[in-house]
């Protein structure tokens, strides 16, 4: 059966002219025409004509979320902190103390941002056994790469003064040895987490669906998830069998030391895995990015705990990360890295150097993750090694003037998240929302990327702005190169699958501002109506 979608479509998001009315699906799903309706409804007399109120666009890929972790963080199990819903260091506090007093088990919260929630206390254990007594309590910052723990939740897991530190991350010990109740990176704050992971694993069908859903209502008609557990992947292909299946999923395996590459071949187009995600450092809300500059002696650096004229490392030394990396490269994978200070990004970029020319890679597409402080000059370098980058711009709408007044000075935190760069440099960069960091607004990513203002208006005193036509491919044909999946998705062209969706507005020609705003009205999949 053959469908004529009727609406306004721009054939190319990159021209102003180029409107034309209708797109064509056979039953396979995919785009077989695209351009003026009545032409293209005398040449297909027999096909079912749905005409859609609004603009049809590509649909919107997140090239770098946490779907999986999403779907738990964001669900009822988790007491929501994050500063987009409890602004204020009081109120995260009495929504603690609420959901500890109505406590049946392990309290688990996400979200603190001392920067964001100005005032908060120092996350010590000790605060926190003064909070929650002998319940087990678990508190996720809100850049996922700290998490604060109790002393009832250390021995509930068996965490002690002895426990050894993963690779690559720390529980963070006082002088006399002890836990103070900070564990730093994805290796301790999974395993902190265990208990609440653990215990989500029964209800995942019904909370990856539930998350599923509210991303396909935003627009999001392909997902990447950066700590994919492939033991998840039967619930997903259950709903593809079902039809159930709201987006397609992009996935990435967590790097191990001394891991093993998976085999190549498994999935298919709903549903695979394009690469491994690898980490060089850590959160700049934290303290743990790798910089050649320090932060700046603030009272914001000073309540996070930081010393005047700090300078954060890295998590990997460029020896530990190539030895991880390796035998993912060897085995053909696409390496995704997260790398925030410019001397991570450096020591990322030669150790992408070594395992192109070590493996004769030609098409790799290896990924840099986040890049805050990523400079022009690094930009270009990256750019000659067919690296790819994708920018957490978002950075800017909710911590732009905490980078610029609290954290870096004008030179090195107004020039954050540096897309116009990316561009100028000839990158095919994509934007992220990484999960459930900052909410999946793809329309607002795109327009802040263009005024590099944040939410409060405080612009960026560095940096470049991008062009509408880059900012639209950021969320739709560049991530779906960066996803090795063009062949399939990220356009409106003939061969493509059918993933659209219909806006409200011009994507094009709104102002930044209205931009932000574009309400979704509907999301289709291969020519099915899924939101
Ligand atoms: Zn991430």
């Known amino acids: ?294 932060y700046l002696d603030t009272q914001a650096t000073r309540d996070l705990g930081l010393e005047p004229g700090h300078i954060g490392t890295a998590n990997y030394t460029s020896d530990e990360l190539l030895d991880i990396a390796s035998p993912y490269a060897a085995g053909g994978w696409q390496l995704a890295c997260h790398a925030h200070g410019d001397l991570a990004i450096d020591a990322t970029l030669d150790v992408y150097e070594t395992l192109i020319k070590r493996h004769n890679l030609t098409d790799h597409r290896f990924r840099l993750e986040h890049v805050g402080a990523m400079t022009p000059a690094q930009f270009s370098r990256a750019a000659s090694l067919s690296v790819t980058v994708s920018l957490f711009v978002d950075h800017i709408t909710y911590w732009g003037e905490v980078l610029v007044n609290d954290l870096f000075g004008a030179e090195h935190g107004g020039a954050w998240a540096d897309a116009g760069a990316a561009f100028a440099a000839g990158h095919r960069a994509t934007f992220h929302n990484d999960g459930w960091v900052t909410p999946n607004e793809a329309f607002r990513n795109m327009a802040v990327a263009e005024t590099r203002t944040s939410r409060n208006g405080f612009v960026m005193p560095g940096g470049t702005p991008v062009a509408r036509a880059q900012a639209l491919a950021a969320h739709s044909t560049n991530a779906a190169w960066q996803l090795f999946s063009e062949h399939e998705i990220g356009a409106l062209e003939p061969g493509l699958y059918a993933d659209f969706i219909v806006v409200d507005r011009d994507p094009l020609t709104a102002t930044p501002e209205e931009l932000a705003q574009t309400q979704v009205r509907a999301s289709y999949l291969g020519g099915k109506k899924v939101a």
């Open 1 to 294: 059966m053959t469908t004529i979608f009727t609406g306004h479509i721009r054939a190319k998001q990159d021209s102003s002219d180029g409107i034309c009315d209708a797109l064509v699906v056979n039953s396979e799903g995919k785009i077989v025409a695209i351009g003026d309706a009545k032409k293209l409804v005398a040449r297909n007399l027999e096909a079912a004509l749905v005409p859609l109120d609004g603009w049809i666009m590509p649909g919107l890929i997140e090239p770098h979320g946490h779907p999986a972790t999403a779907a738990i963080f964001l669900s009822e199990k988790v007491v929501d902190i994050r500063p987009v819903v409890v602004p204020t260091a009081e109120g995260v506090l009495a929504a603690l103390r609420a959901a500890l007093s109505n406590a049946q088990g392990a309290v688990y919260a996400n979200g603190w941002d001392a920067l964001l929630q100005r005032g908060l206390p120092e996350p010590s254990i000790q605060l926190l056994d003064e909070l929650a007594g002998a319940t087990p309590l678990v508190i996720v910052h809100n850049s996922g790469h700290s998490v604060y723990f109790n002393t009832a939740a250390a021995n509930e897991i068996g965490l002690d003064r002895n426990t050894p530190n993963p690779v690559g991350a720390s529980y963070v010990r006082d002088a006399n040895g002890d836990l103070t109740g900070v564990a730093l990176e994805a290796g301790a704050v999974e395993t902190v987490c265990g208990p609440l992971l653990a215990a989500a694993r029964a209800d995942m069908p019904a909370l990856l669906a539930a998350h599923f859903a509210d991303l396909a209502r935003r627009g999001y008609t392909t997902v990447a998830d950066l700590s994919w557990n492939p033991a998840l992947n039967p619930i997903v292909n259950a709903m593809r069998d079902a039809g159930t299946l709201p987006l397609r999923l992009r996935w990435y395996e967590t790097s191990r030391p001394n891991g093993v590459a998976a085999a190549h071949g498994e999935g298919d187009a709903y549903s695979r895995q394009v690469g491994v995600k690898t980490w060089s450092d850590g959160s700049p809300w934290v303290g743990n990015i790798a910089t050649s500059f320090a």
